[in-house]
């Protein structure tokens, strides 16, 4: 399974008013993370878009069970857990770099489409990709 950990310091812009993320923030570490992966990888989302597919999210979870506070140093570690279609399931976990504790857990479904939103197989650049990274 492909993985990628990410490095992330949390800026006053991130806290709420109590001083823990703001919930909504955590989602878009997602994104970060979900784009560090595929780089990674070997691919840029501007390529897969060129080409003309496009992967928009379907459905996305966030399991919250301790708030990163500020400048503390986050670590999202993400994979592509599966590939069945033209679905394909990315996982987080958000830990403090400091202590190690998990502070978020979550996934992100996403279908390949074509520019109009239509389902789409995914590119064969793609699925090699993920098979043979996945193999290793």
Request: one cysteine or more; charged letters at 25%; aromatic letters at 14%.
């Amino acid at each position: 399974m492909p993985s990628f950990s990410y490095l992330k310091k949390i800026f006053y812009k991130d806290i709420d008013q109590m001083g823990l993320v703001y919930y909504s923030r955590y989602f878009e570490f997602f994104e970060e993370a979900r784009t560090e992966l595929l780089n990674n990888m070997g691919i840029k989302v501007t390529t897969i878009e060129d080409l003309g597919y496009f992967l928009p999210v379907i459905s996305a979870t966030c399991d919250y069970k301790e708030g990163a506070k500020l400048e503390d140093i986050i670590i999202v570690k993400t994979a592509l857990q599966s590939m069945i279609g033209i679905k394909l399931k990315i996982v987080y976990e958000i830990y403090r770099k400091s202590d190690s504790h998990l502070l978020v857990s979550g996934h992100t479904m996403h279908v390949f489409t074509d520019k109009k939103g239509a389902p789409k197989r995914p590119p064969k650049f793609f699925i090699e990709k993920f098979k043979l990274i996945s193999h290793d």
